[in-house]
């Protein structure tokens, strides 16, 4: 009676614990959304961006679904508005240093 009982709750956690594809699945849209949600910052954005949008595409070869590629166009938005805004930032900055404000000349 004790055997059955412990193959059929080896067999129950069996079931439960994900597969590496669902594990990269969850990656890949955790850095796509950490790529969405920091995407001013030029280092951070671009890279997390871009890791989701990898381990998305990845994924969707190995398993494909609508959560797949919900990492990958989330991912893909996140490095479009990353390159964006890292353009923008590159071009204040240089108006920055060149701006001449002065009254006097």
């Known amino acids: 009676m004790t055997d059955t009982s ?3 709750t080896a067999a129950k956690l069996k079931r439960r614990r994900p597969d590496a594809a669902t594990v990269q699945l969850w990656v890949a ?3 796509a ?4 949600i920091w995407f001013w910052y030029p280092i951070i954005g671009i890279a997390h961006a871009a890791a989701g949008t990898i381990l998305g595409a990845m994924t969707m070869k190995k398993k494909p ?6 990492a ?3 991912g893909a938005v996140a490095l479009v508005a990353a390159i964006v805004m890292t353009i923008i930032e590159l071009h204040s ?3 920055v240093y060149t701006y001449d404000a002065s009254p006097w000349t």
């Open 29 to 31: 849209q955790a850095f």
């Open 33 to 36: 959304l950490i790529g969405l």
């Open 72 to 74: 990958v166009i989330v």
């Open 6 to 8: 412990n193959t059929a």
């Open 93 to 95: 900055i240089d108006i």
């Open 65 to 70: 679904s609508r959560e797949a590629r919900f």
